[in-house]
């Protein structure tokens, strides 16, 4: 198999399947190294193809609106009722942003699509709570949500809102 026709395979098997595909697994099928899975998807990014690196392995990129939201929270409950009222009003939490004095801006990469993965997402948050990237704020962050349509982010916003999970800068209080 030549190395544009393992792309063509790897773009093929993303584009059918139904969930996340990890570089291990896509490398066991193609029978290559997980490191040539890698450099394969590195490279048909810089192509223009829309994948994605999530914490479970690599998926076809999300289509739809993006809406960035600015939250905070202490983490623990207030993490999961955050995640929840995005992905149960069918948004996609696509990532985390927090401002760090010395780097700037940092992002973590999260799409969280369901309950089910917010729940694994809060777990580990619970097991390393200093790693949450809104702990270097004193929980405030962004989002960057991926809705199908306008409404589901006025609805996201709403419900973030009504649960007093948004941001609001007045005077430093939310």
């Excluded at 139904?18 to 998807?41: C, E, M, T, W």
């Excluded at 994948?51 to 739809?64: F, V």
């Amino acid at each position: 198999m030549t190395a544009q026709h393992r792309r063509e395979e790897i773009q093929k098997r993303l584009d059918n399947a139904q969930g996340p595909l990890s570089a291990s697994a896509l490398a066991a099928q193609l029978g290559v190294s997980r490191q040539i899975v890698v450099g394969d998807i590195a490279l048909l990014r810089a192509a223009g193809a829309q994948i994605i690196a999530t914490p479970r392995g690599y998926q076809k990129g999300s289509t739809g609106v993006r809406i960035l939201v600015a939250c905070c929270h202490d983490g623990g409950e207030g993490l999961r009722r955050e995640l929840y009222a995005v992905v149960d009003n069918g948004g996609v939490v696509e990532d985390v942003i927090v401002e760090n004095p010395l780097y700037g801006e940092i992002t973590g990469r999260l799409h969280i699509t369901s309950r089910y993965d917010a729940d694994i997402f809060v777990e580990k948050a619970a097991r390393q709570p200093d790693c949450l990237l809104s702990s270097m704020t004193g929980g405030a962050h962004l989002h960057t949500i991926i809705c199908p349509d306008e409404e589901t982010g006025a609805r996201i916003r709403e419900q973030l809102a009504g649960q007093g999970l948004l941001y609001e800068n007045k005077g430093g209080a939310r």
